[in-house]
């Protein structure tokens, strides 16, 4: 099962082309001639990765605008054994909306179901279609003085399917929980076309299986999302925000022990990143500026929020940061003092992905661990890559808050990233072993697509990966859905 694809008989689309011819023209006759792509010039944008590392070959692009064509789509390609890999912003970073090269999948694209349907504020809630772009349905919650707390560096591209199927996570997990946590329902379409409206927007139904989380997180192999019944949250009226020198990442899991201790809920965001890092983002990112007077071995961006628009939210954050002085566990700070300026802060921490690929080419690791655990992986890994690989640079950044770490290692200066690269397979076993041994996990955030659906082999139990092979068996028995990802 684990190598389960979609195939068809000797006459299936994928073998014969009169069989393929007459795919297509249905899928036309469903779609609308102007939503179904052909031909390698149209289907270009839609066959690469964002960060260009797996290029397919899709048979077509098909693009439906309701979910009756996205279940006519399935419904039409599971009889005829076509595999299907459905695609939102293609913003991904472990090729999980990417086709195989073969020709024989079809992409569904979900950019044209962009609307929002409806927007509940006495209920908190706001139902939004999976084309939606993440930055659409933040607006959308703001009009209704409401806040979708959701926020990734790509929100304004990504789109609200992708980031579902993926459970994204983003910089407010500290407070608000990964993408799982802000669904109350879905509307999904299975293999077979049958459609599950989910679209409940309860807080509580203790009826059984919570279907939804099924397809929260499973990168489209078991179904497809085309809407969701979203949880807002009151909007914030004001917010503070400091970048911190730090010595050490032990000083930097104390001074988030300090903020969540004395600040309590209204601690909203805490990244750490190196000074490795920001050297990158000034390198590359010219009108960067670095934050502080003098440099530092290690960042911290803390974020913290308020309902109201009263001064406690910097008053809060300037007192924690005092007494964090005083103690010595920082060295410095700066609170920004305008919206500008924490923009610009902000940049600093979201820039890093972006400016880490123009520097070339690198080994990236997006991984979790107990907070508690951080310290003793990174002095117990930084040591072992160092000695295997003598003068590597370590780019390490991440939501120190909720324990994703992005581990990226990059070749040392003046060696051709090309050579690196052929370190790959040893450079992600030292590290993935190393987070197996602290009980965390090879994805935090990203999940594991074509990239790391024969790693995770290595550390996931044979009886949880017999278990998702079931439910994936029970759930698309013919194997369409994103054959190829996750498992």
């Given at each position: 099962?684990?190598?389960?694809?979609?195939?068809?008989?000797?006459?299936?689309?994928?073998?014969?082309?009169?069989?393929?011819?007459?795919?297509?023209?249905?899928?036309?006759?469903?779609?609308?001639?102007?939503?179904?792509?052909?031909?390698?010039?149209a289907v270009a944008p839609h066959a690469t990765d964002w960060r260009g590392r797996y290029h397919g070959r899709p048979l077509a692009v098909v693009k439906p605008a309701t979910t009756a064509e996205v279940a006519a789509v399935l419904a039409l390609c599971n009889d005829a054994g076509m595999g299907v890999v459905p695609q939102g912003g293609n913003?991904?970073?472990?090729?999980?909306?990417?086709?195989?090269?073969?020709?024989?999948?079809?992409?569904?694209?979900?950019?044209?179901?962009n609307r929002i349907r409806v927007i509940d504020a006495a209920n908190n809630t706001l139902t939004a279609e999976a084309g939606c772009v993440l930055e659409a349905v933040q607006a959308a919650a703001a009009s209704a003085?409401?806040?979708?707390?959701?926020?990734?560096?790509?929100?304004?591209?990504?789109?609200?399917?992708?980031?579902?199927?993926?459970?994204?996570?983003?910089?407010a997990v500290l407070r608000y929980g990964n993408a799982r946590d802000l669904v109350l329902g879905l509307e999904v379409v299975l293999p077979d076309g049958e459609v599950w409206d989910g679209?409940?927007?309860?807080?509580?139904?203790?009826?059984?299986?919570?279907?939804?989380?099924?397809?929260?997180?499973?990168?489209g192999t078991l179904g497809v999302i085309t809407a969701a019944v979203l949880k807002l949250f009151p909007l914030p009226r004001e917010r503070a925000v400091a970048i911190v020198a730090l010595a050490t990442p032990a000083a930097a899991v104390s001074l988030l022990g300090q903020l969540q201790r004395d600040c309590g809920e209204r601690l909203s965001g805490f990244e750490l990143f190196s000074d490795a890092c920001l050297e990158l983002v000034l390198r590359h990112f010219p009108g960067s500026q670095a934050p502080l007077a003098a440099r530092a071995p290690q960042y911290a961006l803390v974020e913290l929020t308020d309902l109201r628009a009263n001064g406690r939210a910097a008053a809060f954050l300037e007192q924690a940061l005092e007494e964090a002085l005083a103690q010595l566990v920082i060295s410095d700070a700066a609170v920004a003092q305008s919206g500008a300026q924490a923009a610009a802060f902000w940049s600093l921490r979201e820039n890093i992905s972006e400016a880490q690929a123009r520097e070339g080419a690198n080994i990236k690791h997006d991984v979790s661990l107990p907070i508690s655990a951080i310290v003793e992986f990174l002095g117990e890994t930084d040591a072992l890559v160092a000695r295997a690989f003598p003068g590597v640079r370590l780019v390490t950044f991440g939501h120190l808050g909720d324990g994703n770490l992005h581990y990226n290692v990059s070749p040392p200066p003046g060696v051709a990233a090309a050579g690196f690269l052929d370190a790959l397979a040893e450079v992600n076993r030292l590290v993935h072993d190393q987070v197996a041994r602290f009980r965390g996990s090879i994805s935090a955030e990203h999940g594991l697509g074509q990239l790391k659906r024969e790693e995770i082999l290595r550390y996931k139990s044979p009886l949880e990966i017999a278990l998702m092979r079931r439910i994936k068996a029970t759930l698309d028995p013919k194997g369409i859905m994103n054959p190829g990802k996750l498992i």
């Amino acid at each position: 099962m684990g190598g389960m694809t979609a195939t068809g008989s000797t006459d299936s689309p994928a073998t014969d082309p009169s069989a393929r011819a007459a795919l297509l023209a249905r899928l036309r006759d469903i779609v609308g001639v102007g939503a179904l792509l052909t031909g390698d010039a149209a289907v270009a944008p839609h066959a690469t990765d964002w960060r260009g590392r797996y290029h397919g070959r899709p048979l077509a692009v098909v693009k439906p605008a309701t979910t009756a064509e996205v279940a006519a789509v399935l419904a039409l390609c599971n009889d005829a054994g076509m595999g299907v890999v459905p695609q939102g912003g293609n913003t991904g970073l472990v090729g999980g909306a990417t086709a195989d090269a073969s020709g024989a999948q079809l992409v569904l694209n979900l950019s044209r179901m962009n609307r929002i349907r409806v927007i509940d504020a006495a209920n908190n809630t706001l139902t939004a279609e999976a084309g939606c772009v993440l930055e659409a349905v933040q607006a959308a919650a703001a009009s209704a003085d409401r806040l979708f707390p959701l926020s990734l560096a790509s929100e304004g591209s990504c789109e609200l399917g992708g980031n579902l199927s993926t459970n994204a996570g983003g910089t407010a997990v500290l407070r608000y929980g990964n993408a799982r946590d802000l669904v109350l329902g879905l509307e999904v379409v299975l293999p077979d076309g049958e459609v599950w409206d989910g679209l409940r927007g309860l807080r509580k139904d203790n009826t059984g299986y919570d279907l939804k989380q099924l397809f929260i997180g499973a990168e489209g192999t078991l179904g497809v999302i085309t809407a969701a019944v979203l949880k807002l949250f009151p909007l914030p009226r004001e917010r503070a925000v400091a970048i911190v020198a730090l010595a050490t990442p032990a000083a930097a899991v104390s001074l988030l022990g300090q903020l969540q201790r004395d600040c309590g809920e209204r601690l909203s965001g805490f990244e750490l990143f190196s000074d490795a890092c920001l050297e990158l983002v000034l390198r590359h990112f010219p009108g960067s500026q670095a934050p502080l007077a003098a440099r530092a071995p290690q960042y911290a961006l803390v974020e913290l929020t308020d309902l109201r628009a009263n001064g406690r939210a910097a008053a809060f954050l300037e007192q924690a940061l005092e007494e964090a002085l005083a103690q010595l566990v920082i060295s410095d700070a700066a609170v920004a003092q305008s919206g500008a300026q924490a923009a610009a802060f902000w940049s600093l921490r979201e820039n890093i992905s972006e400016a880490q690929a123009r520097e070339g080419a690198n080994i990236k690791h997006d991984v979790s661990l107990p907070i508690s655990a951080i310290v003793e992986f990174l002095g117990e890994t930084d040591a072992l890559v160092a000695r295997a690989f003598p003068g590597v640079r370590l780019v390490t950044f991440g939501h120190l808050g909720d324990g994703n770490l992005h581990y990226n290692v990059s070749p040392p200066p003046g060696v051709a990233a090309a050579g690196f690269l052929d370190a790959l397979a040893e450079v992600n076993r030292l590290v993935h072993d190393q987070v197996a041994r602290f009980r965390g996990s090879i994805s935090a955030e990203h999940g594991l697509g074509q990239l790391k659906r024969e790693e995770i082999l290595r550390y996931k139990s044979p009886l949880e990966i017999a278990l998702m092979r079931r439910i994936k068996a029970t759930l698309d028995p013919k194997g369409i859905m994103n054959p190829g990802k996750l498992i």
